[in-house]
């Protein structure tokens, strides 16, 4: 919804911006920015990302505004969740998750995990690593620590690619919000030593773009890597 988009000009004032200087630094025009605050156009994931460092939020910030555009807000939290302190603080489970991909002599590898069987969702699919956020982090943070316990390796984060949720509609929180982060190995050596935790996946690949295709990726992967290619490509071409 365009009305998402009221923190725009709200940010834009506080650090002391006008259009046209804001227009300047995401690549835009004051037309545009004039649309944008006024909610007659909305914005894509890369749009707010882009938006969010121009205005200098951080990275936690720019994360709550686009769970905010996915749908998520205080108010659905609090229709399906009980009180748990009595200043009605709310617990809730968030969801990280990291697209891997570097750049070769022979072209990008993207870093892709077979589920085990017996897992509870999406036995047998293939997706790209992430899970929960756990108390005391932030998204940095957890998706950090998820590719670290489920490949073994050490990443750096370089853009938010997507929001997305897992429908959980036999438990109390019907949806579970999450982040995807586009990623890239910390070093080539590390690419080289890959370690499944073998109690979430049975085997892993590094695969090109064109073998995106012939895997059975857990729904709304593949279109997440597809797009984190382009703009994984766009940046290694600068």
């Avoid at 834009?12 to 006024?38: F, H, P, T, W, Y």
């Avoid at 968030?94 to 697209?99: D, K, L, P, R």
């Avoid at 890959?194 to 895997?215: G, L």
């Amino acid at each position: 919804m365009t009305a998402k988009n009221w923190w725009i000009k709200e940010y834009r004032r506080k650090i002391g911006l006008s259009q046209e200087k804001l227009a300047e630094l995401v690549g835009s025009n004051n037309d545009k920015i004039g649309r944008i605050e006024r909610g007659k156009q909305d914005l894509t994931v890369e749009e707010i990302t882009a938006f969010g460092s121009a205005l200098k939020l951080s990275k936690e910030e720019i994360g709550s505004i686009l769970f905010q555009v996915a749908g998520v807000t205080t108010f659905d939290i609090m229709k399906f969740l009980p009180d748990v302190r009595e200043e009605k603080r709310f617990e809730i489970e968030t969801h990280v998750a990291g697209i891997c991909m570097m750049r070769i002599k022979q072209g990008v590898r993207i870093l892709i995990a077979k589920r085990l069987n017996t897992r509870d969702l999406y036995p047998g699919k293939w997706e790209s690593g992430g899970g929960q956020v756990k108390p005391g982090e932030n998204f940095e943070e957890a998706i950090k620590r998820q590719m670290r316990e489920e490949f073994g390796i050490e990443v750096k984060i370089l853009t938010i690619i997507a929001t997305y949720e897992i429908l959980t509609p036999k438990l109390p929180q019907k949806k579970i919000p999450g982040l995807k982060f586009l990623c890239t190995p910390a070093n080539d050596k590390i690419a080289e030593g890959i370690k499944i935790n073998p109690k979430e996946f049975s085997e892993h690949k590094w695969i090109t773009e064109y073998e995106i295709d012939q895997f059975d990726f857990i729904r709304g992967v593949k279109k997440d890597i597809v797009k984190a290619l382009e703009y994984y490509k766009s940046q290694s071409t600068r």
